[in-house]
């Protein structure tokens, strides 16, 4: 299984400590096991939530591919002022502690803005927190227009990370980043450009794999 790099940190010290608690248990008795089992799951847990596995799925100058693992929360029309500079559809992913958190590129493009906000911190699934937490911005420039991607922190999320620099190509499906322990990511897409949103509310998609968008051949 392959493991997001930003996962060792904590990978590494969780392993330890099971191996410090397995030992304890030989030497002290039964009774470490009430703490040995609860830190085995947590250690467990740490290798399923920075899991980073191979993806397929449909490719193509037409499509929109999840940058994300999670649940459809929310598509409607917004106003994008950052980079799009205009009416956007707004398709917003939840991705919950259990999902796989590897953020990827829903186009291939040129990147042409990469822009961090500090903010709070607010429950990633809510509406507001697309404008008010803790942010980072990815502006794509991709054979059918721009594209804005933003991955959001949430309660917990400490941590995003963000591969792109401005002047960067990249490629559809390829790694974008990741946000530690449970965010959101919002794509956004010019509604000039008349994209056909394939997901709904309540969906569940995978990030590399599951279109999102399709243009029109």
Same mark, same amino acid.
């Given at each position: 299984?392959?493991?997001?790099?930003?996962?060792?940190?904590?990978?590494?010290? +969780?392993?330890?400590?099971?191996?410090?608690?397995?030992?304890?248990?030989?030497?002290?008795?039964?009774?470490?096991?009430?703490?040995?089992?609860?830190?085995?799951?947590?250690?467990?847990?740490?290798?399923?939530?920075?899991?980073?596995?191979?993806?397929? +799925?449909?490719?193509?100058?037409?499509?929109?591919?999840?940058?994300?693992?999670?649940?459809?929360?929310?598509?409607?029309?917004?106003?994008?002022?950052?980079?799009?500079?205009?009416?956007?559809?707004?398709?917003?992913?939840?991705?919950?502690?259990?999902?796989?958190?590897?953020?990827?590129?829903?186009?291939?493009?040129?990147?042409?803005?990469?822009?961090?906000?500090?903010?709070?911190?607010?429950?990633?699934?809510?509406?507001?927190?697309?404008?008010?937490?803790?942010?980072?911005?990815?502006?794509?420039? +991709?054979?059918? +227009?721009?594209?804005?991607?933003?991955?959001?922190?949430?309660?917990?999320?400490?941590?995003?990370?963000?591969?792109?620099?401005?002047?960067?190509?990249?490629?559809?499906?390829?790694?974008?980043?990741?946000?530690?322990?449970?965010?959101?990511?919002?794509?956004?897409?010019?509604?000039?450009?008349?994209?056909?949103?394939?997901?709904?509310?309540?969906?569940?998609?995978?990030?590399?794999?599951?279109?999102?968008?399709?243009?029109?051949?």
């Amino acid at each position: 299984m392959r493991i997001a790099p930003e996962g060792w940190p904590f990978i590494l010290p +969780g392993w330890a400590l099971v191996a410090l608690g397995a030992w304890g248990v030989a030497t002290w008795g039964r009774w470490v096991w009430a703490v040995e089992v609860p830190v085995t799951l947590i250690a467990i847990w740490l290798l399923v939530f920075f899991r980073d596995p191979a993806r397929t +799925g449909p490719r193509g100058d037409q499509y929109v591919i999840a940058p994300a693992d999670g649940e459809i929360v929310d598509v409607r029309t917004v106003d994008e002022p950052m980079y799009l500079k205009a009416e956007a559809t707004r398709i917003s992913i939840f991705m919950s502690v259990f999902d796989v958190h590897v953020n990827r590129y829903p186009v291939t493009g040129t990147v042409e803005l990469t822009r961090y906000h500090a903010g709070r911190f607010l429950h990633a699934a809510s509406d507001k927190a697309s404008l008010d937490n803790e942010q980072s911005s990815i502006g794509l420039r +991709g054979p059918r +227009g721009p594209v804005l991607v933003r991955q959001i922190a949430g309660l917990i999320a400490r941590r995003i990370v963000t591969d792109a620099a401005v002047g960067d190509r990249v490629t559809q499906a390829a790694r974008l980043g990741m946000i530690r322990f449970g965010s959101r990511v919002d794509v956004f897409l010019p509604v000039a450009a008349h994209p056909a949103v394939r997901a709904a509310v309540g969906d569940r998609v995978r990030a590399g794999a599951t279109v999102l968008a399709e243009y029109a051949p």
